[in-house]
C-alpha cells in the first residue's frame, strides 16, 4: 500500500513539506518500503489517509534515502511516525519515555484516526505536547537506546 502515499526522498523535500503544510498535522512515516511491520503501517495509513484528508497531510520517508532526519529524530527503530503542525514538532505522552515519535505499527485504524484528532485539536489550541487518546495496551513497548553517552 505504500505505493498509494506519497514519498519524500530528499532532506529538502522533507524541509519543503514541514514548512508548506499548513493547518494540518503533518504525518511522516520514517521506514523502508519491504519492511513488513512499515507496509502493515503504510496499509492503516494509506486507508485514513482520504478519511483524514482535511485534518492531515501523509508522507512516507525512506531512513535511508534521509539520514539527516533518522539521525535528528534518533531513529533507530522502524516503523517510526512523527508529527508536525504548522512547522512546530508535535510532541505526544503514549505513557513511553519517548514523546517525539510513535515507534511501530498502530493496531488498528481507529487508533491512527483518534490520535490525529487528538494532535489536531491540540496544536490548534496552540498546545505542543498532547495526551494519547491510544490505550496503552495498543502502545508497543520498547528500551530507549543512548549510544555514544
Known amino acids: 500500500m505504500s505505493f498509494l502515499l506519497p514519498k519524500l526522498t530528499s532532506k ?7 514548512k508548506s503544510v ?3 498535522v503533518l504525518v511522516l512515516r520514517f521506514g523502508k518500503d519491504d519492511d513488513p511491520v512499515c507496509l502493515q503501517l503504510d496499509d492503516i495509513l494509506a486507508k485514513t489517509s482520504h478519511d483524514l484528508s ?15 532526519y533518522t539521525q535528528y529524530f534518533d531513529i533507530s527503530y522502524i516503523p517510526s511516525t512523527v508529527f508536525f503542525f504548522n512547522g512546530q514538532h508535535m510532541k505526544v505522552d503514549y505513557g513511553s519515555p519517548d514523546h517525539t515519535k510513535f515507534v511501530g505499527s498502530f493496531k488498528t485504524k481507529q487508533d491512527f484516526i483518534d490520535l490525529i484528532e487528538v494532535i489536531y485539536r491540540g496544536a490548534m489550541r496552540g498546545k505542543l505536547i498532547v495526551q494519547s487518546p491510544i490505550d496503552p495496551k495498543n502502545v508497543p513497548k520498547y528500551d530507549l537506546l543512548y549510544q555514544g553517552i
Open 54 to 68: 482535511k485534518m492531515a497531510a501523509i508522507y512516507l520517508v525512506d531512513v535511508n534515502k534521509v539520514p539527516v
Open 12 to 18: 529538502k523535500e522533507v524541509d519543503q513539506a514541514i
Open 22 to 24: 499548513a493547518e494540518k
